[in-house]
């Protein structure tokens, strides 16, 4: 029998730029741009970011309370184990592996590649074609060797993986914070800013025709808040992954108050920095625009080339040069938070493998003291997907899901508190019970509004969550019939 097990090396700043290097990825230089087609409105937009932050924020001191009682691998899974037993825990674990994490893991690592293709275009052609049913270009195989190169580091050691975080984390943390700076310290030597508030509070939904021509679609009452019910996902997606760090609990030094400490300060920082980067874009560039404008100013953040909004305010405050330097910014960025994404997620499979509810193998720990079996696993699913081509499906699927599971390891709280009155909690949730209930009827109504204005992408999501039942019934059997894990 092995000897390794996982070890408590990581402390309080690792376990923050954990959080923090998690939810930065390549979301914060894209989804600007398509908020500013379906809200048309700077004052809805920046509620939408300060939403998401404060929600994000709640449900990080929500789970301080869960994370500080139970500092084990695996994290969210073994709070909702905890709470609900071990079918529901384990949809939870199937959805992480079918799409949240693996899909967002593969999501990651193409925009890395896509963004390689500033320097390299020829990433952009095609390298495979199988049967002219699947066609594979270079950047999905540089998304591939990305994920093998970065889980082979892991593979080597928490050490590794936990240096790549620090210094990338700080790498991107530094190049957003410049970008924030100087975009506002530009643009408001302009009249741009001053101009997207004119009207803030008047919404309107943009959409390109067949035609070429734009319809523009004004919202008030029941469409408005359907829209952004809608639009929120966008700034949601961006803010995700927070939770990761409690997934490798049991190898933080001091769990029970550095994994709640390091929610709260990872979630803050990323929030306010997104905030910042959101007025600095609408400090720089107009809000509306046309997709046949010729430069920045004219196409306006609704239709900047590609979405890439970090990209053309890099380009508003030093010129062409700016495009260039914000491709580089975007491959540190997704490069740090793959990194985090790969180090975190192996540790959940690692605890369904120790509850017989995954591949067996999973559970081993290397001579590096690291769930190597459970790394690779993940990066050869998250390799397929980036061979699907399906990604942006994917994620949003998960978003959903994603969104039931959170409410679900909420509403958790509460009944553990019943359960387990006499439980140590070494932190309690802040704001108990007014923050957790804000942030759960806040987050239903965001999951009923889907369920309305996007039912096949929210529906979806429902149903790989329900896919689950019969694989857990499987794993169940087989351990009955033979007495041993699959």
Known sequence: MSTHHLKKSLGLLDATTIVAGSMIGS???????????DIGSAGWMMMLWFLTGLITVFAALSYGELAGMMPNAGGQYV???????????????????????TGVIAAVAVAFAKYATVFFPSLANEAINVFNLLHINYGQLLAIASLIFLTFLNVGGVKNGKYIQLIFTFAKLIALFTLIILGIW??????????????????????????????????TGFALMGALGATIINSLFSSDAWNNVTFIASEIKNPKKNIPRSLFLGTLIVTILYLL?????????????TPNGIDVLSQGLQFVPNDRVGAAAAEMIIGPAGVTIMAILILISTFGCNNGLIL????????????????????????HDVPSYALW????????????????????????ASLLFYILTIVGIFILRKKEPDTERPYKAWGYP?????????????????????????????????????????????????????
């Open 434 to 486: 007014v923050v957790p209930i804000l942030y759960i009827l806040i987050t239903l109504f965001i999951c009923v509004d889907l369920l309305i204005y996007d039912f096949s992408n929210a529906g979806m999501g429902l149903l790989i969550v329900l896919l689950g039942l019969p694989i857990y019934y499987l794993f169940q059997t087989k351990q009955k019939s033979t007495g041993t894990e699959v």
């Open 79 to 101: 709070y909702i184990q905890r709470a609900y037993g071990k079918t529901i825990s384990f949809l939870y674990g199937w959805t992480v592996f079918a799409v949240i994490q």
């Open 27 to 37: 979301g914060i230089f894209i989804v600007t741009a398509p908020m500013a087609r």
């Open 377 to 400: 696993i993940q990066c050869f699913w998250a390799s397929v997907l980036c061979l699907s081509g399906k990604y942006g499906d994917l994620l949003v699927y998960s978003t959903f």
């Open 186 to 219: 530009v643009g408001l030597k302009t009249d741009i800013l001053g101009n997207n508030f004119q009207n803030a509070w008047e919404a309107s939904k943009t959409v390109v025709l067949d035609s070429g021509k734009i319809q523009v679609t004004q919202l």
């Open 344 to 367: 975190a997620g192996s540790r959940l499979f690692y605890a369904m493998a120790k509850d017989g509810l995954f591949f067996k193998k999973a559970k081993k720990i290397n001579k």
């Open 277 to 289: 980067a959101n007025l600095a874009y609408l400090a720089l560039i107009p809000l509306k625009g």
